[in-house]
T-cell receptor, first 117, second 108 residues
Framework: GAGVSQTPSNKVTEKGKYVELRCDPI?????LYWYRQSLGQGPEFLIY????????DSGLPNDRFFAVRPEGSVSTLKIQRTERGDSAVYLC???????????????FGPGTRLTVL | LAKTTQPISMDSYEGQEVNITCSHN???????ITWYQQFPSQGPRFIIQ???TKVTNEVASLFIPADRKSSTLSLPRVSLSDTAVYYC?????????FGAGTRLTVKP
């Protein structure tokens, strides 16, 4: 079946602008995660959803970052007043379940490369 | 959350077996050890997961000693296409934090 998809694949914006990044998880996956990855570093956790609610948003760097998942499927990561330091690849992942003693495999999308000029 | 330490980079040649060791001295009782692989311009891909002793699948083997303070990912007979970054994580309940990983370069 289809994997995790993310749109757009590339986004170039100007400092101070607002951007939205979209993630379509694998159908039926209840958990959805957002990460961002800078060049040469591993993915950095931002937030994860269990269903429609944000179960853990401790990785969001500040209040300019916000994410929603209103119907428990598609999620949108929103960044206000973008800064050059926000430039990175934003990765989305989904898993069938979340929680419990055995961690379920996360399936990652290809990412959105955000460039803030 | 267990912190993991792994080599920054490794080189190998086609056909060789590659072993990447990860240390996680503060691993918690409920933590599982999981390895992901990442190619350029792609998201990470799950390779293998284990709790103790040895786990093997069609891609790799994972060796975990009794004290669980380290683990070794073993890739048999690597090919050029195995050139990637490999991440070791020790966590539970989806509390997944990536380090910088090990950049494996397979040479012809």
């Amino acid at each position: 079946g289809a994997g995790v998809s993310q749109t757009p694949s590339n986004k170039v914006t100007e400092k101070g602008k607002y951007v939205e990044l979209r993630c379509d998880p694998i159908s039926g996956h209840t958990a959805l995660y957002w990460y961002r990855q800078s060049l040469g570093q591993g993915p950095e956790f931002l937030i994860y959803f269990q269903g429609t609610g944000a179960a853990d948003d401790s990785g969001l760097p500040n209040d300019r970052f916000f994410a929603v998942r209103p119907e428990g499927s598609v999620s949108t990561l929103k960044i206000q007043r973008t800064e050059r330091g926000d430039s990175a690849v934003y990765l989305c992942a989904s898993s069938l379940i979340a929680g419990g003693p055995v961690t379920d495999t996360q399936y990652f999308g290809p990412g959105t490369r955000l460039t803030v000029l | 959350l267990a912190k993991t330490t792994q080599p920054i980079s490794m080189d190998s040649y086609e056909g060789q077996e590659v072993n990447i060791t990860c240390s996680h001295n503060n691993i918690a009782t409920n933590d599982y050890i999981t390895w992901y692989q990442q190619f350029p311009s792609q998201g990470p891909r799950f390779i293998i997961q284990g709790y103790k002793t040895k786990v093997t699948n069609e891609v790799a083997s994972l060796f975990i000693p009794a004290d669980r303070k380290s683990s070794t990912l073993s890739l048999p007979r690597v090919s050029l296409s195995d050139t990637a970054v490999y991440y070791c994580l020790a966590f539970n309940n989806n509390d997944m934090r990536f380090g910088a990983g090990t950049r494996l370069t397979v040479k012809p």
